[in-house]
């Protein structure tokens, strides 16, 4: 119900406000390249943690194979002939939709990301009092729908425990064991994200400290994982890289509320990982041309994920929509997801946080606006 209009509402503002490019010129490429290279790497953790470690095979075979035959039984599970395997380049050109309404009533979730970002930028190449009339129409439905989320998080705890209650009766305690571990192959593939990648960025654009660097956005780190929203955690974000870190106010009010709204890292570590998990689970092979549309998905959809407390929940139904599931097996892996969600996604919004501010320490030192040395 809220998938698609907030993924695009979304998509669509967070490209329209990329009109700063045209005044930031350099920093603006660099902070989008920042982003999305730390995405991509995100993604390709996360999908090589799980092809490695497999913490789906902790379940008992009897409850794998209960999940397949219910599954069978109610011919749900998808057939995929090998002459109906899509080449590399039907796949790209599938991502433009011949019929953007069309798309957007069937939920071709590459084709509305698509349309969106080419609408949002078209919106900052016509006159701003025009363009001003559609993004803050857009604006206005983006915050409806992420309240619309918010009532519906109320409902949660009770579904979840409904949910859950119904899965392990059917699946046995079995797959609490199953996810308990994939919580921990999580938690090792956000660390080894933070660690390593941002402290190699560090090192590679700045030369400054990384454990001085971290304890000057610790605040900003500890809020994003009480609140689990990147936008709440803003106004600390910009205090930690003005007073903590000397970033001046007209870089970091540029990178921070991009990255709260395009950069989602941890969000990008979890959500392949339980997409593999869920095709594991029942039986879905997945092939390279699958992998790579898992990619390009998680990449462009994070745009329009929300930097709010649930928003992550909206980019997994679109990835398990390419994977095929039909609604009966995206109830079963949803539930199990929301379970476990409120727990992951503290941890995910740290490391997005974490991102927003390494991204907008790198961009200022390599624009010779503050000296590495004072972190």
């Known amino acids: 119900m809220v998938v698609v209009p907030l993924v695009f509402a979304s998509l669509l503002v967070g490209t329209a406000s990329l009109k700063d490019l045209r005044t930031l010129g350099r920093i603006g490429i660099k902070t989008l390249a920042f982003y999305t290279c730390t995405?991509?790497?995100a993604v390709t953790i996360g999908l090589l943690l799980t092809s490695v470690v497999r913490p789906g095979s902790s379940?008992?075979?009897?409850?794998?194979?209960?999940?397949?035959?219910?599954?069978?039984?109610?011919?749900?599970?998808?057939?995929?002939?090998?002459?109906?395997?899509?080449?590399?380049?039907?796949?790209?050109?599938?991502?433009?939709?011949?019929?953007?309404?069309?798309?957007?009533?069937?939920?071709?979730?590459?084709?509305?990301?698509?349309?969106?970002?080419?609408?949002?930028?078209?919106?900052?190449?016509?006159?701003?009092?025009?363009g001003r009339i559609v993004i803050d129409f857009f604006k206005a439905l983006d915050e409806t729908i992420v309240q619309m989320v918010h009532v519906i998080m109320k409902l949660a705890p009770y579904a979840v425990?409904?949910?859950?209650?119904?899965?392990?009766?059917?699946?046995?305690?079995g797959i609490l064991v199953m996810l308990i571990r994939y919580c921990i192959v999580v938690l090792v593939g956000l660390a080894a994200h933070m660690v390593l990648v941002y402290g190699l960025a560090l090192k590679a654009?700045?030369?400054?400290?990384?454990a001085g660097f971290f304890r000057g956005l610790r605040p900003a780190q500890l809020m994003g994982f009480c609140s689990s929203s990147s936008n709440a955690t803003l106004p600390v974000s910009m205090e930690?890289?003005?007073?903590?870190?000397?970033?001046?106010?007209?870089?970091?009010?540029?990178?921070?509320?991009?990255?709260?709204?395009?950069?989602?890292?941890?969000?990008?570590?979890?959500?392949?990982?339980?997409?593999i998990l869920a095709a594991n689970l029942f039986g879905?092979?997945?092939t390279l041309g699958s992998l790579i549309v898992m990619v390009i998905t998680t990449v462009l959809a994070s745009i329009g994920a929300g930097g709010v407390p649930g928003g992550s929940l909206m980019l997994l139904f679109i990835i398990l929509e390419n994977l095929g599931l039909t609604a009966d097996q995206v109830a079963v892996?949803?539930?199990?997801?929301?379970?476990?969600?409120?727990?992951?996604?503290m941890f995910e919004t740290m490391n997005n946080v974490t991102g927003?501010?390494?991204?907008?320490y790198a961009v200022a030192a390599n624009q010779d606006l503050i000296d590495p040395h004072d972190a």
Do not use: W, Y
């Open 333 to 345: 892996i949803v539930a199990l997801a929301l379970g476990i969600n409120p727990i992951l996604d």
């Open 205 to 210: 654009f700045t030369r400054t400290s990384v």
């Open 39 to 41: 995405t991509a790497i």
């Open 284 to 286: 879905i092979e997945l």
């Open 59 to 130: 379940l008992p075979p009897e409850s794998r194979q209960k999940l397949i035959g219910d599954a069978a039984a109610q011919k749900a599970l998808p057939v995929q002939a090998a002459d109906e395997k899509p080449s590399i380049r039907d796949l790209l050109l599938g991502i433009i939709p011949t019929n953007p309404i069309k798309a957007l009533a069937e939920a071709q979730m590459l084709q509305i990301i698509f349309f969106a970002m080419l609408m949002g930028i078209c919106l900052t190449l016509i006159p701003p009092d025009r």
């Open 161 to 173: 425990f409904a949910l859950i209650a119904a899965v392990v009766a059917d699946f046995g305690f």
């Open 240 to 275: 930690c890289v003005e007073k903590n870190l000397g970033v001046p106010l007209h870089i970091c009010s540029f990178t921070l509320p991009l990255g709260a709204t395009i950069n989602m890292d941890g969000t990008c570590v979890h959500l392949p990982m339980f997409a």
């Open 356 to 360: 927003d501010l390494v991204c907008t």
